[in-house]
């Protein structure tokens, strides 16, 4: 069955950096479109990044220059590396599979000093 596991939440002062990992598995990573998404308290989930197979991405306007998405289809990982981190950005953070209904467990990331 479809797994996906997130990892590399936590605890971080403003400004700092953290890497996600959402390791992939039952299904043919390779071939799918992926997406990172948050929900912070109180408010709808919302869009983070996509890859496609091909490695082409799209960000949330407002986190463009902060965040990278990328994947190693050799590890069936998604990653998401996040810098300059702000109070805002806390929140769940989710892995996603394109155009399915298959998440992760989301994992927590929270922004404060």
């Known amino acids: 069955q479809v797994q996906l596991v997130e990892s590399g939440g936590g605890l971080v002062q403003p400004g700092g950096s953290l890497r996600l990992s959402c390791a992939a598995s039952?299904?043919?990573?390779?071939?799918?479109?992926m997406g990172w998404y948050r929900q912070a308290p109180g408010k709808e989930r919302e869009l983070v990044a996509i890859?496609?197979?091909?490695?082409?991405?799209n960000y949330a306007d407002s986190l463009k220059g902060r965040f990278t998405i990328s994947r190693d289809n050799a590890k069936n990982t998604l990653y998401l590396q996040m810098n300059s981190l702000k109070p805002e950005d806390t929140a769940v953070y989710y892995c996603?599979?394109?155009?399915?209904?298959?998440w992760g467990q989301g994992t927590q990331v929270t922004v404060s000093s």
């Open positions: 996603h599979v394109e155009y399915t209904d298959y």
């Open positions: 890859i496609n197979s091909l490695g082409s991405t």
């Open positions: 039952g299904f043919i990573f390779s071939i799918k479109t």
